[in-house]
């Protein structure tokens, strides 16, 4: 029997809607056609994230940043306190994802937090892509930025997985005002909630959103005049107040907000110790690097070309789609900026270029198949054309992913095993274990252990303004609070953590280690030196 359900579907790209109606198997296949696009990027995502994070699908061999935010989150479900009895310095959110994947499995539920934000920004990416070109040259973009991924993502549970969901949706939300697409509320009220929670897990990272939002608040000054621009800013500026209440209103009542502000806003530039233009030289350095590595300049230079040739051959360049290559360009620059603040820089910190890439590589695949079809009239075929062209320029970021997977997970969890297991076989689940090194941590969390310290890990190689006050601190702890067992990486470091030390201060610590704890032992399997507590 013959389906009589009709279905309106538009054809050609972006600002083409010749309208055919499409029956029966047709409109199946047209249904087939608008999931499967997305599948692709997403199917990216997915096999990017598994292959490059071995180590939380291997129980219990966990990276140096994923092993701290794990903990952090660990022991917030335990009782304690961000900020004032564990400490960190990044956004009370990224803590509260921790702990809630905690919740959920010890050991997996993390990275079933993490693999859900990476699924939700690949179906972002390929929405955001979609507001420019077709659904294939939206699924070849999309997929193309979130091949970056591969460079980027070493070491898992990072703040900027958590945030791209909130910053792609956010852009998504500024382009749709941009283009004058969908009611403005909406939107508005969206890219503010999303801005208030990218606040609360790190910052700088609403640079990208930022950008976008500035030509949208052009675009619709223009279109809508300049009160109504207003009023729709003023929604976004009330949903940003409300998203962020609820987590500001936890910490206020666990009285941790002043300390929150202090340690992951305002003091957190200041305590690299760093000036203005080594942060730059250093956010720069790691851009050649990812930009080289994960063939992007290719295809950005490639944008650039088009925009420039696009641009002068209108009378009137400055439309809606102009102000998304503009803010394509600043969001690019922003960002670097933006990664320069704290002066430190993994290239984990370009994870944020995603949402910032989709659209110049649509744009650019939309612009040649635009092109292609003028000039030589091979019709579709061209679309075929162009992406692969694209996906072979885009082979140096393959290949890095490749080589980080390799790296990743090359590792040797049986070390880490073996400490765990020294630590259940001397100490009790309620004692304490302060681990230093800040590549410890993990033995804290892989055993179970709580650190005796709010600090859970030394500071010797950064936060250099801070690194005597922690040190400190944790030095105190080891003499008044008497965790059941210290660790340190080798038996060198211990003499080089008593250097950071004062005199008056090395000496007790000296004095603590002699008398309260055992004669120092080497934990099997590994170089890490035990001393334990003393019955």
């Known amino acids: ?66 092993g701290i935010m794990a903990y952090t989150g660990w022991a917030m479900s335990q009782g304690r306190t961000i900020y004032r009895e564990t400490w960190e310095n990044k956004g009370p959110l990224l803590y509260l994802i921790n702990e809630l994947g905690v919740r959920i499995d010890y050991w997996h539920g993390i990275f079933v937090l993490e693999l859900g934000c990476l699924v939700a920004t690949a179906a972002l990416v390929y929405a955001l892509a979609r507001q420019v070109t077709g659904r294939v040259l939206a699924s070849a973009a999309s997929s193309l930025a979130l091949l970056t991924l591969g460079l980027t993502l070493s070491g898992g549970n990072l703040v900027e997985e958590y945030s791209m969901p909130f910053a792609c949706t956010g852009v998504l939300a500024a382009v749709r005002l941009t283009l004058g697409r969908g009611r403005r509320w909406p939107w508005a009220a969206a890219y503010g ?3 208030a929670l990218i606040v609360e897990l790190r910052f700088n990272i609403v640079a990208v959103p930022g950008a976008f939002a500035i030509f949208a608040l052009v675009a619709l000054t223009k279109r809508n005049g300049f009160g109504r621009m207003m009023g729709t800013a003023g929604v976004a500026v009330g949903a940003m107040g409300v998203a962020g209440a609820p987590v500001a209103w936890y910490l206020a009542r666990r009285g941790a907000l002043r300390a929150a502000i202090r340690t992951a806003y305002t003091g957190v530039m200041g305590d690299w110790g760093w ?10 350095g790691l851009l050649g690097l990812f930009l080289g590595a994960a063939g992007v300049a290719a295809l950005l230079v490639a944008f650039t070309c088009l ?107 049986a070390q880490y095993e073996q400490a765990y297991a020294y630590v259940d076989a001397y100490t009790t689940p309620r004692q304490t274990v302060q681990v230093f090194g ?39 702890t080891v003499i008044e609070g008497k965790p059941a067992m210290v660790l340190f990486p080798t038996t060198a470091y211990v003499q080089t953590f008593e250097q950071a030390l004062t005199s008056a201060q090395r000496a007790h610590f000296k004095a603590a280690l002699g008398t309260l704890y055992q004669e120092p032992e080497t934990v099997p399997g590994n170089s890490y030196v035990s001393y334990r507590l003393k019955a």
Request: hydrophobic content about 45%; charged content about 15%; proline content about 5%.
């Open 438 to 476: 800040a590549a410890g941590v993990q033995i804290n969390y892989g055993s179970q252990r709580l650190s005796a310290s709010k600090y859970p890990y030394d500071m010797m190689s950064f936060l250099q303004p801070r690194q005597r006050a922690v040190n400190a601190a944790i030095a105190e």
């Open 307 to 413: 925009a420039v040739a696009a641009l002068r051959r209108h009378d009137r360049p400055w439309s809606p789609r102009a102000y998304l290559v503009a803010a394509s360009a600043l969001a690019l620059v922003a960002n670097v900026g933006a990664n320069s603040l704290s002066g430190n820089g993994d290239m984990n910190y370009y994870i944020t270029f995603v949402p910032a890439l989709a659209v110049p590589y649509a744009w650019t695949l939309e612009r040649g198949r635009c092109w292609l079809n003028e000039h030589w009239c091979v019709g579709e075929s061209a679309v075929a054309v162009l992406a692969a062209a694209s996906i072979v320029i885009g082979a140096p970021g393959v290949a890095r992913v490749v080589s980080d997977v390799q790296g990743t997970n090359s590792g040797d969890p």
């Open 275 to 284: 000036s203005g233009q080594q942060r730059f030289e250093h956010a720069v």
């Open 1 to 66: 029997m013959t389906s009589k359900v009709m279905t309106v579907a538009s054809t050609g790209g972006p600002g083409r809607h010749r309208a055919r109606v499409i029956t029966g198997s047709g409109a199946r296949k047209s249904r087939s056609a608008r999931f499967a696009a997305p599948a692709v990027p997403i199917a990216v995502a997915i096999v990017l994230s598994c292959a490059t994070q071995f180590f939380f699908l291997n129980d219990r061999d966990y990276g140096n940043g994923a």
């Open 193 to 195: 909630a999303c801005l």
